[in-house]
Nanobody
Framework: QVQLVESGGGLVQAGDSLRLSCTGSGATFTSYAVGWFRRTPGKDHEYVACITDNGLFTNYPDSTKGRFTISRDNAKNTVYLQMNGLEPEDTAVYYC???????????????WGQGTQVTVSS
């Protein structure tokens, strides 16, 4: 069993930056790949980024590539999502999730955090 807690969300202005954290506990968090997703009311989860267990490989969709960076510090059991150049369209609840194998789909993940709200004003 893996427990995940997101933090770092908040209200920012367009163009600002924000760093989200996902802290894992239980089992062996460092042996799991971690993905970030976001969700707005009435829409499905949108894939944001993922990172392998060892942090050597990352993946992004076109919507976040070049603006968002995922990284991890396994000594701290934490995965980060650095978000730069935020736009109002990035407003959502952001979730981190853990899986044995990195994936771009929601159903590829076993464990989920409770989410953290990011609001970007124009």
């Amino acid at each position: 069993q893996v427990q995940l807690v997101e933090s770092g969300g908040g209200l920012v202005q367009a163009g600002d930056s924000l760093r989200l954290s996902c802290t894992g506990s239980g089992a062996t968090f460092t042996s799991y790949a971690v993905g970030w997703f976001r969700r707005t009311p009435g829409k499905d989860h949108e894939y944001v980024a993922c990172i392998t267990d060892n942090g050597l490989f990352t993946n992004y969709p076109d919507s976040t590539k070049g603006r968002f960076t995922i990284s991890r510090d396994n000594a701290k059991n934490t995965v980060y999502l650095q978000m730069n150049g935020l736009e109002p369209e990035d407003t959502a609840v952001y979730y981190c999730a853990a899986a044995r194998v990195p994936a771009r789909r929601v159903d590829g993940y076993e464990y989920w955090g409770q989410g953290t709200q990011v609001t970007v004003s124009s």
